[in-house]
């Protein structure tokens, strides 16, 4: 190319080819100024959201200096922030416990300790009263702190280390350092200062795992709901008895009992045991109108508790221990999954604490899961003995309809002085609520709480021989509840963390009075065992506790001595080497003692009894693959009682025979993909509501547990049963006729819910896990709800399975209650155990480990449970350590 040859013409540049901004006409240079202004505040916003969201995420690696340490303490997390504490000290331990789980979950321990002290209306106003109003009425925290005096000084010291490092977390922290809820309640409007923990703080709660699973109350109020509406003898079909005769109890009750009784002499005269059983008790009185009102009133009032662990049938768990002859490692394997409600956190978070040197001063080698909240491990192993929990499900409550005449009460024939209290609730926007509480001998008056209560006596007058009825006077109703009286069960909790062996196991099983669960037992030389535990009342003959007691009734009344604990189920090394616990019947009908008549009906038991029993038959020798395969059963328990009515029903060929056709070839199982299973439940919920709702308040719906199977199981042979017939039509419906009806009325719901074609419904498209925060993550913010809240898995399994992710038959088809943690403890080789937990440690939904474990708690797989040194060490992503701070000098 020569001089002359002209230039190629320049790349146009990208600013040339648009016009420039001040060429543009001064509208659109305006709009686009405004909207600059709104991307760049966006961008501010998001980037500040963002950190609000994450500032409360822990420090988990490096070095920090704690005023109130010994010694130095290592806090080691693995990938999904598991810790595992080791510390030269029990002090040290139970401090830097207490550090770690603020770090984690304070928002939950506080909004904990607010509902156990009944204050959640400071946080979240109006709304909250009616739960703070029935909390402070039965008195949980003041029980607490007279429980505080009572436990050994060594679970004292460890309740005070353990708030110490709670505290040392929250000092020089702002609430919205400690969790972004905190941030959302200042947006609000709420200037809210976190208070120092304190070591009733943690014995506070220990009443909420109680009054969760505190037994038959509300069977007590659903049975005279009933009553009233349809007559005695057919509410009594809703609680059918313990089926014998195809549910083995966990142990022989005639051969359990160690202990003698005698009776109160004070309470009642003198009494035998003859009859306490309930076989003389006299029968449940016709309950008048004006009183089935007060104790349907008092139902409610409790019920304006939120549940803290759960609530409905789906509260239970299974547990099962297999011996060393049926087990591949030659020891023992014990397995445990309890039933709860599910939320955001979940229930448990997992930890282990190890005493670099384990003596008399240090004695713990110890892990599991744990709440947030309290020192120690609830349910895991040490180096000796593995253990594990289902409810017990004790009658340890009883409501007492009183007659009340101003400030005293009728006792027999006379006339006893109420004790009272007052009672200031703070409510935030809100004037302060004062709340005058009255108890009698047996509990506090709930009557109290409700208004409608507070104006039964107009409506319900007592007998004339207490004189002419007058404001306040009449009907009131007591609770008693063995919760309300002050125990050592943190004593009990520590001791278990301790034990060497079965005697010391036993040791610490006595000091567990509420509440009361089914405890199952294994260690390193080989033995296996059951224990049930608790402080169970002791009805005098005119009680058995299915039934509101009437509180003038000397023969009413309470023992002032429960069940001895020599007296109280328990078993070692039984012959076939197997223990199995899934909420059934504990003991045989020859049982001395009233434990309950409420139990679960023992469909999941009896599942996991018969899969054990039949792998030992052919001489299958059981790993930890087999016990966690085994959790995952989904077989549906009621599916062979019921598929025979529903596949011989003539149903018009082609749309409503669809579901019909999926029946014949399903295996029972209740996989997430099952058609058989979306339709078969869907049948089942209709067919309940066809035949119950028409007669029974929404309060006693069914709810589709283990009881209802009970219940229509009896109705199907019986075609003609009352229960059958819709009173709201002319015509006499019958068995027969209800369940087709159930089945076209499931096939139009399917169609609407998972389309037309039957071969592609699935159960879980139904059938979803949605965790949700159980305060701000349900306060209708949209904001807030998308923050906290994880929903949309789809789950095998339902209720009353022993993959018990329960659903409610009136509410839906959503899961209720799970499986809050799976784990199988290996006794032969403790690092091979495994565990998982249906959320994640963390309570910080910024948090990496928020939900990390709910994708494979979902699959059904497990994490490694490392436990020695070593295998925590291999396992370790992050190393903190807490070292002392030096004291200032002078």
């Not at 409510?427 to 208004?451: C, I, K, Q, Y």
């Not at 790993?623 to 009515?645: E, K, M, N, S, Y």
């Not at 139904?766 to 965790?771: A, E």
């Not at 155990?833 to 699959?859: C, F, K, M, N």
């Amino acid at each position: 190319m020569d001089d002359r040859t002209p230039a190629p013409p320049a790349e146009p540049r990208l600013r040339d080819a648009v016009p420039r901004v001040r060429d543009w006409p001064r509208p659109a240079r305006w709009a686009l100024g405004t909207a600059v202004v709104l991307v760049l505040l966006l961008v501010a916003g998001v980037a500040t959201a963002a950190t609000l969201v994450r500032r409360p995420l822990p420090q988990t690696e490096g070095r920090l200096e704690l005023a109130g340490l010994d010694a130095e303490v290592q806090v080691l997390r693995d990938e999904h922030g598991i810790p595992q504490v080791y510390a030269d000290t029990a002090h040290d331990l139970f401090f830097a416990q207490g550090f770690v789980q603020a770090q984690d979950r304070f928002w939950e321990m506080d909004v904990r300790r607010h509902a156990t002290a009944g204050r959640l209306a400071e946080l979240f106003g109006e709304a909250a009263l009616e739960s703070d109003k029935t909390v402070r009425t039965m008195g949980w925290r003041r029980v607490a702190q007279r429980e505080l005096a009572l436990v050994e000084p060594a679970t004292r010291a460890a309740l005070t280390a353990y708030a110490d490092g709670v505290n040392a977390y929250l000092d020089g922290r702002g609430s919205t350092d400690v969790a972004v809820e905190y941030t959302l309640l200042r947006a609000t409007g709420l200037d809210h200062t976190i208070e120092p923990w304190e070591p009733v703080d943690s014995l506070a709660w220990l009443k909420a795992m109680a009054w969760d699973l505190r037994g038959n109350m509300a069977e007590e109020v659903e049975r005279v709901t009933a009553a009233v509406r349809v007559g005695r003898a057919r509410a009594e079909q809703l609680f059918p008895a313990y089926p014998y005769d195809e549910h083995e109890p966990i142990v022989d009750g005639g051969a359990v009992v160690g202990g003698t009784f005698d009776a109160d002499a004070e309470a009642v005269g003198a009494t035998t045991a003859s009859g306490v059983a309930g076989g003389s008790a006299r029968p449940a009185p016709g309950w008048t109108a004006a009183q089935a009102r007060a104790l349907t009133s008092a139902g409610e009032a409790l019920g304006a508790v939120p549940p803290l662990l759960g609530h409905g049938d789906g509260l239970g768990s299974n547990s099962w221990v297999v011996a060393g002859e049926h087990t591949a490692s030659g020891l023992p394997l014990l397995a445990n999954d309890p039933h709860l409600g599910v939320s955001l956190p979940g229930v448990w978070t997992q930890v282990g604490l190890h005493c670099r040197t384990v003596d008399e001063e240090c004695p713990y080698e110890v892990s599991g899961f744990s709440f947030a909240g309290v020192p120690g491990v609830v349910i895991g192993h040490n180096a000796d003995v593995a253990w594990g929990f289902t409810n017990l499900g004790p009658d340890v409550t009883d409501l007492f309809l009183e007659r009340v005449r101003g400030d005293r009460y009728q006792h027999g024939r006379r006339l006893r002085p109420l004790e009272t209290r007052t009672e200031v609730v703070e409510v935030r926007d809100a004037p302060d609520f004062e709340l005058v509480v009255r108890e009698t001998h047996h509990g506090p008056l709930l009557s109290d709480v409700s208004r409608e209560l507070s104006s039964v006596g107009a409506n319900a007058p007592t007998p004339d021989a207490l004189g002419d009825p007058a404001r306040g006077n009449g009907y009131a109703v007591a609770l008693a509840w063995t919760a309300l009286r002050p125990s050592p069960t943190a004593d009990a909790l520590l001791a278990l963390n301790q034990a060497e062996d079965w005697a010391d196991f036993r040791a610490a099983a006595a000091d567990f009075a509420v509440p009361a669960q089914n405890l199952v037992y294994a260690d390193r030389e080989g033995h296996v065992g059951y224990q049930a535990p608790g402080r169970v009342p002791v009805r005098l003959p005119g009680n058995d506790g299915r039934w509101p007691a009437e509180g003038w009734r000397l023969t009413d009344d309470w023992s002032a001595r429960p069940v001895p604990f020599e007296a109280l189920p328990s078993e070692l090394d039984p012959d076939d080497g197997l223990v199995v616990t899934a909420n059934q019947a504990v003991v045989g009908p020859d049982y001395p003692y009233l434990l309950t008549r409420d139990w679960d009906l023992g469909y999941r038991a009896q599942r996991i009894r018969d899969r054990l029993e039949s792998d030992v038959a052919v001489g299958e020798r059981l790993g930890v693959d087999d016990a966690v395969a085994l959790q995952l059963d989904d077989r549906h328990p009621f599916a062979t009682t019921l598929l025979p009515h529903l596949l011989r029903q003539d149903l018009p060929r082609g749309f409503f025979s669809d579901g019909q056709r999926l029946l014949r070839d399903w295996d029972l199982a209740q996989s997430a993909d099952s058609a058989g299973a979306a339709y078969f439940n869907a049948v089942w919920s209709h067919l309940l509501r066809l035949t119950f709702h028409d007669e029974l308040p929404a309060q006693v719906h069914p709810d589709g547990g283990d009881r209802w199977f009970g219940v229509v199981d009896a109705l199907l042979d019986d075609p003609l049963d009352p229960w059958w017939d819709d009173v709201g039509t002319p015509g006499l419906e019958t068995r027969d006729d209800v369940v087709r009806q159930a089945m076209r009325d499931a096939r139009d719901e399917l169609t609407r819910l998972l389309g037309r074609d039957a071969e592609e419904w699935e159960w879980g498209r139904l059938h979803r896990l949605d965790l949700q925060s159980p305060t701000i993550g349900q306060s209708g913010s949209a904001l807030a709800e998308r923050l906290l809240n994880r929903d949309g898995w789809e789950v095998s399994g339902g209720s009353s399975t022993v993959d018990a992710t329960s659903w409610d038959a009136a509410e839906g088809y959503g899961v209720t209650a799970a499986p809050s943690m799976r784990m199988v403890v290996d006794l032969a080789d403790l690092d091979d155990s495994r565990w998982i937990s249906l959320t994640g440690v963390s309570g910080h939904p910024a948090s990496e480990h928020y939900v990390d474990q709910t994708e494979r708690w979902v699959d059904g797989r497990t994490l490694p449970w490392p436990f020695g040194e070593a295998a925590v060490r291999d396992a370790t992503r992050d190393v903190l350590v807490l070292e002392p701070a030096e004291e200032p000098l002078g």
